[in-house]
Nanobody, 119 residues
Framework: QVQLMESGGGLAQAGGSLTLSCVAS????????MGWFRQAPGKQREQVAL???????TYADSVKGRFTISRDNAKNTVSLQMNSLQPEDTAVYYC?????????????YGQGTQVTVSS
């Protein structure tokens, strides 16, 4: 099994920055892609950024040019540098990982960390 633990959320002013971090534990050798999702009150969870084991990254249009995802495979961590934060970035942010253990695929989330951006 794989477990994910996020850290780094908090309160920021519009235009400010925050960095989220996530560390994976357990059968980390099985992890393929890692990423970040977010869910704002009353809205569905949405993908923010994704990074493959090889380092290829994709971003939601709403965060392109402002957020940067990075990954350290040796340390089993994924980070999200968030710049130029806007009030609409307020949400609970979840670390995500997918992969295979044996013949069983998985797609899991951490418990989430709150990001609040004030105007």
């Amino acid at each position: 099994q794989v477990q994910l633990m996020e850290s780094g959320g908090g309160l920021a002013q519009a235009g400010g920055s925050l960095t989220l971090s996530c560390v994976a534990s357990g059968s980390t050798f099985s992890i393929n892609a890692m990423g970040w999702f977010r869910q704002a009150p009353g809205k569905q969870r949405e993908q923010v950024a994704l990074i493959t084991r090889a380092g290829g990254a994709t971003y939601a249009d709403s965060v392109k040019g402002r957020f940067t995802i990075s990954r350290d495979n040796a340390k089993n961590t994924v980070s999200l540098q968030m710049n130029s934060l806007q009030p609409e970035d307020t949400a609970v942010y979840y670390c995500n990982a997918d992969g295979w253990l044996g013949q069983r695929g998985y797609d899991i989330y951490g418990q989430g960390t709150q990001v609040t951006v004030s105007s």
